[in-house]
DNA sequence: GAGTAGAGCGCC
DNA sequence: AAAGGGCGCTCTACTC
């Protein structure tokens, strides 16, 4: 649909309750007979006329599986008629009404289905960062912020909705709500579809396509090996413990390590040691004395305690964000699974973010649910420890393996086409090794040389490391200091400030074209007001070029056509490989930016793996962009059967 | 008790 | 003068 169409959409909405209130947002409930569909709606326009083509109220006073079976039946029906008839079905947040579809049984119908969602159209025009510290409270994108900004005169329409409350009454209010979420949901998504540039919306398009993958993720979520996870809580537990024991008598307990004011305290004043760097609050501008990371890496020299401070604090952490969370998860949702929900466009860059918790909000007064609780059904998957220990926590479905993929050096190589540089891009050729190439040109010593000698010499492969980081580091305008604190603190590389800015240097003369790519970009985002990705995805940047915020500007300019660019071929990516995922009985699990994870049938992993591969490395890039890549864009691929134990597939 | 600010930190 | 970017989670401190 590239010009908005009312015979070929369908608007839909489904509402839900559950045996407790918050069991309405968690559709793998459904499964187990603890959550169902209260109201369920869809809607046609003819001539401009809405016609209701159908829906249903549960009625409370049928067995559940009687009014399951009246609600499927208008559930097959509009599925069946949208693909019989080419009608794209629209909503808002679909994704969420996607999975309740699939948990009624409709998994296959959902995969075959085009969906299209009024929130990601409204983002695709509207995105643009919060530069300024006092407003980083995010734009809500709901259909109620929708209707409250643009049809005020609808606004609070949602208002005294119970949508627990069985009463036919109370139902009939449901459903006639329901059916003005419909109605404001053509008006949102057919508004914005129409204000979208023809690239804009082919982007915003193909990133629609994900909705059923990401519906289907969501709803089956990740099983856990329970017996590694508890291996690993209490092995942290114990790392803690025997730090705790050993700073007892230095006055260091639990409650301390955890409150930075406390731990400050302890530390410069009644230690003694030297304030190495300060706080500022952008907001109030106190200051406070920095216990972080890199303060703690650093006092390590003049006193030992800091380095157990810092495995304490960081073995505390971990325990429970990427132990317990997984467990706590698994117990919660009572299906033997952790359901972390990713949000489609959750970054202005498009990544999709994950959550580990649902917000118990509103209906506080009813039984069953305390206002503000977090209750705990997934855990922050993006953000899980690269460390095979915990990731060795996340397995797969009897019967599957877990299949990854992953854009082989995608950011350095959308930087190469981006700036053009001629040495970037050749060393994007087959057979070269931009890390290799960046250490022998920090280290000269020859590149072909250590390219021989990587795997061997263990010289060559400290170079090589050294290349690699110069090579990630510094795409950005990184500042010299920040270069040097990274390396030492993150990558356990030593590193001297003078080091730094010559491998600062040394990036920019081996590139030339980088530092002029990030001028020329910087210029353009000034006269347009927007950054493009080479998909045509925008995001607007406006303010004061002058003013504080420019660095935070000129960053956005130079880092979103990269990062940006990266979204939308993961996107692709997914949108490309859907089909043959169903084909073979597998399907999208989850993503970490530019790596794509599936389940397969353990039988189909090999030829999944070569056909996917084959997929992946000819995306349509000039069919779906308009644009061609001057150079390859590979993928790897890995497999096994927890993510703690991925092996590369050699082709 | 609820809500927010801030620090710190995990990933790519 | 100096400044990679993008996020979400967890904890404490503070305010009302």
């Not at 559950?18 to 603890?34: F, M, V």
């Not at 964000?321 to 498009?350: C, M, W």
């Not at 960053?555 to 979103?560: H, K, L, M, V």
Request: proline share 4%; charged share 25%.
């Amino acid at each position: 649909m590239r010009v908005w169409d009312d015979s070929k959409v369908t608007m839909f909405d489904v509402e839900t309750s559950g045996a407790k209130p918050e069991y309405a947002l968690q559709p793998w409930r459904i499964l187990s007979g603890d959550a169902w569909v209260t109201s369920f709606v869809s809607m046609e326009w003819v001539d401009g006329k809405a016609i209701y083509t159908g829906g249903v109220t549960h009625d409370d006073n049928l067995p559940v599986d009687e009014g399951r079976i009246l609600c499927r039946r208008f559930m097959k029906d509009m599925l069946t008629m949208a693909l019989d008839e080419g009608r794209t079905l629209v909503g808002w947040h679909v994704a969420f009404d996607a999975a309740v579809c699939i948990a009624y049984g409709f998994e296959k119908l959902v995969m075959q289905a085009k969906f299209l969602d009024g929130l990601l159209l409204w983002k695709h025009f509207d995105m643009e960062p919060e530069y300024e510290m006092a407003a980083h409270k995010k734009r809500p994108y709901g259909l109620k912020d929708f209707v409250t900004e643009y049809l005020p005169a609808h606004a609070g329409y949602e208002e005294e909705i119970d949508f627990h409350d069985s009463s036919p009454e109370a139902r009939a209010k449901l459903h006639a709500y329901n059916e003005k979420d419909n109605r404001f949901t053509r008006i949102g998504a057919r508004h914005w579809f129409k204000q979208l540039g023809p690239r804009q919306l082919k982007a915003a398009l193909i990133e629609a396509e994900s909705i059923p993958m990401v519906a289907l993720a969501n709803l089956r979520g990740l099983p856990i090996d329970t017996l590694v996870a508890h291996e690993l809580s209490c092995k942290l537990a114990n790392d803690a413990k025997r730090q705790a024991e050993a700073l007892a008598e230095f006055g260091v307990t639990e409650k301390v390590v955890r409150s930075p004011v406390q731990l400050a305290k302890l530390m410069y004043e009644d230690w003694g040691l030297p304030v190495l760097k300060e706080n500022k609050s952008k907001i109030t501008g106190n200051t406070t004395r920095s216990t972080d990371k890199e303060v703690l890496h650093e006092l390590a020299f003049i006193d030992p305690r800091a380095k157990q401070l810092r495995d304490y604090r960081e073995a505390l952490n971990n325990r429970t964000k990427f132990a317990e969370a997984l467990v706590k998860s698994i117990a919660y949702n009572e299906d033997e699974r952790t359901h972390p929900q990713a949000r489609i466009f959750g970054t202005y860059t498009s990544r999709l973010t994950y959550s580990s918790g649902q917000k118990a909000k509103g209906a506080g007064k009813r039984e069953g649910t305390v206002k503000g609780v977090n209750l705990p059904i997934g855990f922050a998957l993006h953000q899980m420890k690269n460390d095979k220990l915990f990731r060795a926590q996340v397995i797969v479905p009897p019967g599957y393996g877990l299949l990854e993929f992953d854009a082989s050096g995608q950011e350095y190589r959308w930087m190469a086409i981006a700036s053009g540089d001629e040495t970037m891009l050749s060393l994007c050729e087959p057979g070269e090794d931009p890390h290799s190439y960046m250490g022998a040109r920090l280290g000269h010593v020859d590149y072909r040389e250590l390219v021989r000698l990587k795997e061997t010499d263990p010289e060559m492969q400290r170079l090589r490391k050294g290349g690699k980081f110069g090579n990630l580091s510094c795409q950005y305008r990184i500042g010299d200091k920040t270069l040097m604190v990274r390396a030492r603190v993150q990558h356990n590389i030593p590193m001297e400030i003078n080091e730094a800015k010559t491998t600062n240097f040394i990036y920019k003369r081996t590139y030339p074209g980088v530092p002029k790519y990030w001028d020329r970009q910087i210029n353009e985002t000034k006269q347009l007001g927007y950054v493009e990705t080479f998909a045509g995805r925008r995001v607007q940047v406006v303010g004061d070029w002058g003013g504080r915020m420019a660095w935070s500007m000129g960053s956005t300019a130079i880092n979103y056509k990269i990062q940006g660019t990266g979204g939308d071929q993961k996107y692709l990516a997914m949108a490309v490989i859907k089909d043959y995922l169903v084909s073979v009985g597998g399907y999208f699990i989850w993503d970490l930016h530019d790596g794509l994870y599936s389940f397969v049938p353990v039988q189909k992993m090999q030829q999944a793996a070569i056909d996917t591969k084959r997929l992946l490395d000819n995306l349509p890039y000039k069919k779906a962009w308009g644009f061609v890549p001057p150079i390859p864009m590979p993928w790897d691929a890995k497999m096994g059967f927890s993510w703690g134990d991925l092996k590369e597939v050699k082709f």
